[in-house]
């Protein structure tokens, strides 16, 4: 069986799934090595800025995948761009960053944009499409404020 240092300690290596593909845990290792190393923390041995960056270049996407972590979180914690783009990191289109918001309760465009962080105009025509196409139903009005929910259908 091969063997890791991790801070010191040896420890069995993060095991393979069926495919042969590295697992969920060598993903994770991969890009918090490389989170630690962009903030400055002290790399393992045998680590370098490089070998962690390939690393992370190589896990990036599938990992982003599994945990719902998108482009714009890993650009705020200092991930440059051309690292993303290499390593398969795209934006999240605006309709489906709105899309996680819906609920069952009712809800106006405004408060989706708000939640969202998007501007009213890509939430309302996320909120057009989705109507239209039956995902959500048209709930009432509260004065002006057109409120919408999931449709249940």
Same mark, same amino acid.
């Given at each position: 069986m091969m063997m890791v240092r991790q801070g010191g =300690? =040896? $420890?069995p290596a993060a095991r393979r799934g069926r495919s042969g593909r590295p697992s969920a845990a060598d993903d994770a290792? =991969?890009?918090?090595?490389?989170?630690? =190393?962009l903030v400055g923390a002290p790399l393992r041995a045998g680590d370098t800025a490089e070998s962690t960056e390939a690393s992370f270049i190589g896990t990036a996407a599938r990992w982003s995948r599994r945990t719902k972590v998108d482009? $714009?979180?890993?650009? *705020?914690? *200092?991930?440059?761009?051309?690292?993303?783009d290499a390593a398969g990191v795209y934006p999240t289109p605006v309709?489906?960053?709105v899309r996680r918001y819906y609920t069952r309760k009712p809800f106006s465009v405004a408060v989706l944009a708000r939640r969202a962080g998007v501007?009213?105009?890509s939430a309302r025509s996320t909120v057009s499409l989705d109507e239209a196409s039956g995902q959500l139903a048209f709930h009432g009005c509260e004065g002006n404020t057109a409120l919408y929910v999931l449709d249940d259908r």
């Open positions: =300690a =040896a $420890r290792l =991969a890009v918090r090595a490389y989170l630690r =190393a482009r $714009r979180t890993l650009l *705020g914690m *200092g991930v440059e761009s051309s690292v993303l309709a489906d960053i501007s009213t105009a």
